[in-house]
């Protein structure tokens, strides 16, 4: 499985992105996705997450009410649409994938990753 993220880069405060986490070599549908970031000079933190199924999905207490996590697996794809973004929000944008299972917020239960996408978030 190999993942791809895309979508990122430079916005004001108030914007919005979309990112997007598009997977080869596997049907991402077996898998439950989550997105990270890390910001410079500080460690990789869990930002949202969906289930295989499409129908749970999971929040960082920082992002609720302005990310929205979907998937579509017609397009071996997984979105993440970023609204109202705050300057706390720039870093590295990384998607993981895994088997399903718990502690979706949790890095290490991750086995697969995509090489990152710089969000930047100023005026």
């Known amino acids: 499985l190999h993942l791809v993220e895309s979508g990122g880069g430079f916005v004001q405060p108030g914007g919005s992105l979309r990112l997007a986490c598009t997977a080869s070599?596997?049907?991402?549908?077996?898998?439950?996705i989550g997105w990270f970031r890390q910001a410079p000079g500080k460690e990789r933190e869990f930002v949202a997450a969906i289930d295989w199924s499409g129908d749970n999905a999971y929040y960082a207490d920082s992002v609720k009410g302005r990310f929205t996590i979907s998937r579509d697996n017609a397009e071996n794809t997984v979105y993440l649409q970023m609204n109202s973004l705050k300057p706390e929000d720039t870093a590295v944008y990384y998607c993981?994938?895994?088997?399903?299972?718990?502690?979706?917020?949790?890095?290490?239960?991750?086995?697969?990753w995509g090489q990152g996408t710089q969000v930047t978030v100023s005026s």
């Open positions: 993981g994938a895994r088997f399903p299972g718990s502690d979706y917020d949790e890095d290490y239960t991750y086995d697969y």
């Open positions: 070599g596997a049907i991402l549908e077996y898998y439950d």
